[in-house]
């Protein structure tokens, strides 16, 4: 009973510190326009102030899960969130543009950082019996924490100053700070070992290698598809669609509160079933029904139902992409093989709306979402065939 409470307790932080490291990084979104007319920035300003947090994310990664396998969950942790309160609380009095790139900077990296600890932590938490739900449950958090940031930051703004947000996420992240000091973490050395043959060093280092190369690739062509979304629908919505801005943030909301409310339940059905990657290649076949909604149909219900779909979609591949790296990834390699999963991800975001804005210049504002699906579609095909070959073999950590 007493371990059944730890673990409650833990995962209920684990929740928490999602929802801040979600909220602190899109919560800065409503207030751009703010930063230019108090600053002056130009819209070149703007867009190396928007990337300088993808930048961070993208190397902070790998950094992140080299660190957590030297010194530990707990020391991890505790860093992460004295440099995320730091920083909330220098960007309201930041007077330059230099320290606010410095603190986006900063914010990216603590925002990977604590994702990566995050998701290692629930992986080393849980038993592949629960892996799913637990995982499920930091997926909504995800949700949760990127509908609330942007919502929190307007609606604070509109009754108080510029710098209430940030002092509102810094309360948040040092009670987080008080709850992980009391957190008992579990000791690889407490768990079961693994029931496979052992393999010679070199043998296991490529066989890690290959694993990585084939789980970033599908990680960077999903989360360049997610970045095109992101960066490029609001325009569609508005030129194509002819939406308004509170049509378009309801669509987001949508999204959000689908993936909220669905992540645990996919997470759940996902353990009882015991096959993540049909579980993730079935969220990214809804994603690629959501596109398909909103690129073919006009009708805002339908469109609305396709962000719903999407949200089930993406729910559905999160869950079950963490849940399968932390099934096939042996412990000890655990921490630094999500690190640089994410990091190179993270490439993709920074590169895709790129391309996207060529595709745009160079034929319409459809193109950019048929590229997204081409690139959902490779994200399947990879996975397809992982998933062949562990039915083949049957044997961890081959997957």
Known sequence: MKRLLYLNRNIACMIVISLIANMSGSMILPLFAIYVEQFGISALGMSILFSLFYVGRFLGGGL?????????????????????????????????????????????????????????????????????????????????????????SGVIVSYFTLSVPFYFVAIFSCISFVAVSRMTFPSPSSKPQQQHEPLHEPKRKTMLTKQLLLYSTVHFLEMSAFAIFLTYFSVYATYKLHWSPVEISLAFTIIGISTFVSAPFIGKVSDLLKDRLMFSIIGLLLIIV???????????????????????????????????????????????????????SELGAIVSPIIAGALIEHFNINAPFYYNMILVLMAIVIQYFIRLKSKSIRKRPFA
């Open 290 to 344: 959501e596109i398909a909604l909103f690129l073919w149909f006009t009708e805002p219900w339908i469109v609305y139902l396709g962000m719903f779909i999407g949200g089930i979609g993406g729910a559905s591949y999160l869950d079950s992409f963490y849940s399968q790296l932390g099934d096939v990834i042996p412990e000890e390699s655990r921490s630094s093989f999500i690190g640089n999963v994410v990091s190179l």
């Open 64 to 152: 992140a899960g080299r660190i957590y396998e030297k010194i530990g969950a707990k020391r991890l942790g505790l860093s992460l969130l004295i440099a995320e309160i730091a920083c909330m609380l220098l960007f309201p009095v930041a007077e330059s543009f230099i320290i606010l790139s410095i603190l986006r900077l900063l914010q990216g990296l603590v925002a990977i950082g604590l994702t990566v600890f995050v998701r290692v932590t629930i992986n080393h938490m849980s038993t592949p019996e629960n892996r799913g739900t637990l995982n499920g449950y930091i997926s909504s958090s995800e949700g949760a924490g990127t509908i609330l940031g942007p919502i929190m």
